[in-house]
């Protein structure tokens, strides 16, 4: 089992940058492969990044390719995503959660944290 904390959002303006952090607890990290989702107010959670656990492997949604990188630190137990360009279309809560396979969909992952607010202003 595997806890996540996000931290890192926060109000930007639109052109600006901001790194997410997500800690995890435990010594099984190194073996989840990790993604990032969004959920902005009245849309569904959405795929924004995924990294499988050695790191070889990113994917990214189409929305956030050239703008947005996934990382992740086994040492340090954290995954990260740096955001450049940001976008007002950006705004949401950010989830960073913990599963077996680099999947697209969230119910392929089975750790979530508790999210973070990102806000891009115009």
């Known amino acids: 089992q595997v806890q996540l904390v996000e931290s890192g959002g926060g109000l930007v303006q639109a052109g600006g940058s901001l790194r997410l952090s997500c800690a995890a607890s435990?010594?099984?990290?190194?073996?989840?492969?990790m993604g990032w989702f969004r959920q902005a107010p009245g849309k569904e959670r959405e795929f924004v990044a995924a990294?499988?656990?050695?790191?070889?492997?990113?994917y990214y949604a189409d929305s956030v390719v050239g703008r947005f990188t996934i990382s992740r630190d086994n040492a340090k137990n954290t995954l990260y995503l740096q955001m450049n360009s940001l976008k007002p279309e950006d705004t949401a809560v950010y989830y960073c959660a913990a599963g077996g396979r680099t999947g697209y969909r969230h119910d392929e992952y089975n750790y979530w944290g508790q999210g973070t607010q990102v806000t891009v202003s115009s």
């Open positions: 990294i499988s656990w050695t790191g070889g492997n990113r």
């Open positions: 435990g010594r099984t990290f190194r073996s989840y492969a």
